[in-house]
T-cell receptor, first 111, second 117 residues
Framework: DAKTTQPPSMDCAEGRAANLPCNHS???????VYWYRQIHSQGPQYIIH???NNETNEMASLIITEDRKSSTLILPHATLRDTAVYYC????????????FGTGTRLQVFP | GAGVSQSPSNKVTEKGKDVELRCDPI?????LYWYRQSLGQGLEFLIY????????KSGLPSDRFSAERTGGSVSTLTIQRTQQEDSAVYLC???????????????FGPGTRLTVL
């Protein structure tokens, strides 16, 4: 799987949008961008994934650049419960292969 | 419906003892994964099951680690002669899979925190 680069930490005020960047400059044509998060003392939780089009679900939006070398996860109205480590993972979809986690971004939402 | 469950939630053992960690995947999920997360470290893959067979065991750190899955459901991760460096949170995940159907989202359990004294 392609390597991803994320900032180690970010802060966000409650109620504001949290924009978490991820670089994946060596992504292959058949690889998707996945986002998971891990709230303290819990297992990772799937958030969203996409190939090249922007995606939105009830949790977040995913914006992927046209060249697919980077993406941004957007939490439109961050809450204190969104404080977690966010992992950007690049992998082939439709595949039961393992997830390879990097170090992620620790998002701290403050009141 | 019920998510992935793991037991025990916490396990403290003495160095040299054997431990068994259990994972109950989401009903109907045929793919099952074990990961571990050491203090201050990232998540690392251990082993993957498809049904009862394990096509990928590449992450098991030593021959003291083994895992099995029976009936295509419950899985047990066994660590023999535990060492202090085995202390970590052991996470299990499951994923639905069937021929011709996409099922690649992995759903994680809460983990088992293992402490080896």
């Amino acid at each position: 799987d392609a390597k991803t680069t994320q900032p180690p930490s970010m802060d966000c005020a409650e109620g504001r949008a949290a924009n978490l960047p991820c670089n994946h400059s060596t992504i292959s044509g058949n690889e998707y961008v996945y986002w998971y998060r891990q709230i303290h003392s819990q297992g990772p939780q799937y958030i969203i994934h996409g190939l090249k089009n922007n995606e939105t679900n009830e949790m977040a939006s995913l914006i992927i650049t046209e060249d697919r070398k980077s993406s941004t996860l957007i939490l439109p109205h961050a809450t204190l419960r969104d404080t977690a480590v966010y992992y950007c993972i690049v992998r082939v979809a439709k595949n039961t292969d393992k997830l390879i986690f990097g170090t992620g971004t620790r998002l701290q939402v403050f009141p | 419906g019920a998510g992935v469950s793991q037991s025990p939630s916490n396990k403290v053992t003495e160095k040299g003892k054997d431990v068994e960690l259990r994972c109950d995947p989401i009903s109907g999920h045929t793919a099952l994964y074990w990961y571990r997360q050491s203090l201050g470290q990232g998540l690392e893959f251990l082993i993957y099951f498809q049904g009862n067979s394990a096509p990928d065991k590449s992450g098991l750190p030593s021959d003291r680690f083994s895992a099995e899955r029976t009936g295509g459901s419950v899985s047990t991760l066994t660590i023999q002669r535990t060492q202090q460096e085995d202390s970590a949170v052991y996470l299990c995940a499951s994923s639905p899979w069937a021929a011709g159907v996409v099922g690649d989202t992995q759903y994680f359990g809460p983990g088992t925190r293992l402490t080896v004294l």
